[in-house]
């Protein structure tokens, strides 16, 4: 295998080619795989591991069919490559079995002409690009609601007093028939004043931050549903208790995360669901940076925090504009949750994640822990 991993190294730039060719391939930090002839696995590389979910000892036992169905494109691509001993290039690849599920994955191909057949597969996952380009823009459309909230304040909550302190005074003065359509006018002013005042936290107020412990939070989210909306619903916790404060609102934190709770919450005690489930988990994740709109300055977001249901997942025309304003699934939502949360998320320099599909939804949060300086202030 070492002379395989070797002539694979060869096609890495020439400076790199100096040092240990299966150190190189190691140390790269996307996923690298070597197949044989008949698509075994000759050599990964730990991203590969992390990619693939599987050790390369495990994967040393297996052929590329073992993990990915016989008509996924990634096979005609390898043969392709193969065919015109050429490099290939496939982009928006998605890779779904029952052991993987990956979609927006960029693959390119490479034959490796002093073995024949093996191709050496480089795949570099977008989808937390595409997420980082989807909040920007989630984050613009937020600021016009911002904007229209403003304007719903000054120009309509001053009428809609008025409205209901005359439909007040008419409850008092007229007979019953009537008294029915002044508690009618009342409610309704009352419920746009409430719409109005939900629009109106999407405004660009700066945050108070400190540090908080993301454990808290949840746990706090997770008595709140259990004793209420989530009643009847198993909640299960994987926390890593090594993990260091967040920099961020603890309010705001609490809001994000139960807005995430109490949707999955819905989605899983949908009819024919007989064992509804949300896994709340925290983990440490190395690599993960964003660079801060309109600096030079670059944040790092290693702790990770997932919402997980079991839910029938999120329909296919609505998950791309998930956490836009006004869109939603349900017949009485307002569709402001979501872009609540991913304004919130924003704010606190994060980056939120979802990925669906029938059986298990998955809400990523991507948060920045605090800093040396940051603690002495």
Not at 18 to 35: E, F, N, Q, R, Y
Not at 65 to 78: H, N, Y
Request: hydrophobic content about 45%.
């Amino acid at each position: 295998m070492t002379s395989v991993v070797a002539r694979a190294a060869r096609l890495l730039p020439g400076r790199q080619r100096a040092a240990d060719p299966g150190a190189i391939l190691s140390a790269l930090p996307v996923p690298v795989i070597l197949l044989d002839q008949e698509n075994r696995f000759r050599h990964v590389n730990l991203a590969a591991e992390q990619f693939l979910g599987m050790s390369a000892a495990s994967l040393a036992q297996l052929r590329l069919s073992d993990l990915v169905p016989p008509d996924s494109p990634l096979f005609l691509l390898i043969e392709q490559v193969r065919q015109t001993e050429a490099t290939i290039s496939d982009h928006d690849m998605t890779l779904e079995s029952p052991r993987l599920h990956k979609r927006g994955i960029t693959v390119q191909g490479s034959p490796l002409p002093e073995e024949q057949g093996a191709v050496l597969l480089v795949m570099q996952d977008a989808s937390a690009a595409r997420a980082l380009d989807r909040q920007l823009a989630f984050r613009g459309a937020a600021r016009s609601v911002s904007g229209m909230a403003a304007i719903l304040a000054h120009e309509v909550k001053n009428p809609l007093s008025g409205i209901r302190g005359a439909a007040q005074l008419l409850e008092a003065s007229v007979g019953p028939a009537d008294r029915e359509l002044a508690e009618l006018i009342r409610d309704e002013a009352d419920r746009i004043r409430a719409l109005v005042d939900r629009m109106e936290v999407f405004g660009e107020k700066p945050i108070k931050r400190n540090a908080v412990n993301i454990h808290r939070v949840l746990e706090h989210v997770r008595k709140l549903a259990q004793s209420g909306f989530a009643a009847h619903v198993h909640f299960q916790e994987n926390y890593d208790p090594s993990l260091p404060p967040v920099w961020g609102n603890r309010d705001q934190l609490v809001q994000v995360v139960l807005n995430l709770v109490k949707n999955a919450a819905e989605a899983v005690t949908q009819e024919g669901n007989l064992h509804p489930e949300i896994v709340l988990t925290t983990g440490f994740q190395h690599g993960m940076r964003i660079a801060v709109p309109g600096s030079n300055t670059r944040v790092d977001l290693p702790l990770c925090v997932v919402v997980r249901d079991n839910g029938p997942g999120i329909p296919d025309d609505i998950r791309p504009h998930l956490f836009e304003p006004f869109v939603t699934s349900r017949a009485t939502g307002s569709g402001l949750g979501l872009a609540l949360v991913a304004k919130i998320v924003g704010d606190h320099g994060g980056l939120i994640e979802v990925d669906s599909r029938p059986g298990r939804t998955e809400f990523r949060l991507h948060l920045p822990v605090i800093t040396d300086e940051e603690g002495d202030t």
